[in-house]
């Protein structure tokens, strides 16, 4: 009757390892059709990242721009002088509304304080035709027309994405505002 057992005992071992052994990983099928969900999920989801990448690279260059406005405010409060901010061309400054080659922020006659680098890729910068002027008290000496001292930050083939518009007051404040490219 031991025997009996020991065998009936086998006999269930052997099978429940043959059952393991099949019941274990994935089919080859079950891993095709896997990968052809995943494939499907990314294709869909692509363009919309691109589009975020986008959309976060133009707030980037707006936040920039903005930090150098702030600096050539603040420099001009401690130093006690007119302090520029301008279109860079090397390390001088440059009359023309495409800031995109970068800007830079200068101790009116004097030394450079930062320069930025050109923002690349796809991305436009426009903004005043000339440089602007932080006094010792942090007020800025305003273009003759207000709509001057506006920048835009967009993608060059911008229709219904994302664009960055930043606007300079008398006192030198910089603000920005979210839009849409008309």
Known sequence: MGSAAVNRDDLMTLKSRK???????F??????????????????AAPSFANLVQS??????????????????????KRNAKVDICR?????????????NGWLVKVNGGDVLRVWDAVGGQDTVTGPNETLTYRPNGLLNKASDADDSNFTVAFSNCTGKTQYTIALTATGRATSAKGTCP
């Open 19 to 25: 059952t393991m052994r099949y019941s274990r990983g």
């Open 27 to 44: 089919t080859l099928i079950e891993l095709l059709i896997t990968l052809a969900v995943l494939a499907i999920v990314l294709a869909i």
């Open 56 to 77: 976060n690279r133009t707030q980037t260059i707006s936040n920039d721009l903005v930090g150098a406005l702030q600096l050539a405010r603040s420099e001009a409060v």
């Open 88 to 100: 860079r061309n090397g390390n001088a400054c440059a009359n023309a509304t495409d800031w995109g």
